[in-house]
């Protein structure tokens, strides 16, 4: 495909103020130095985040998302990863449109049971949730965020083969992600296998 025929959602997870030194943001300016469609957006309150708040938002953003392009994709990274999850589940208008999903260390249940601030997040019912698109669910098999690991929390239910990482941590800046190529390449190539971030490159810090 021509890069203007893609066009990219990207959606960050709680406390994420979109630093320059996360994978996310240096994601979205690849790509958008490539000529696509970019879309990276500061959801509400990252702090103190609302479920109904940041399901709103995701909405506006999907209304009328990449409109003529051959492709749409959304990568989430955190608890937007979980934010889709709902969007999924309640079949927010625009998601049915979405051709390719990324989603990156989505929290489980019980860590996110222990933070008030985004208690409200803890994911729907996952059997029977039709994904829309295809789906790649993909975590670091020491995610601090995931202690029952991405697949008894996710993949089984969901029903799909997560992507482990070793050593990737939750991928963020203190687990080195910072610059993250192989997550471009796969944007631009769904053929493209995603892995760890690469010896030699920057270990970026929010």
Known sequence: MEPRDHAFLILHGWQNHRPPAHWPHQLADGLGRLGHDVTYP????????SLGRWLAELADHLDGFGAGRAERVVVAHSLSAVLWLHAAAGKLPGTEAVDRVLLVAPPSASVLARHPQVAEFAPPPLDGITLPGTTTLLAGDDDPYLPE???????DPLGLNPVLLPGAGHLDPDAGYGSWPSVLEWCVDAGTRITVRGRGQGQGRA
């Open 42 to 49: 500061q959801l509400p309150d990252p702090d103190d985040p």
């Open 149 to 155: 690991g991405i697949r008894t929390a996710y993949g």
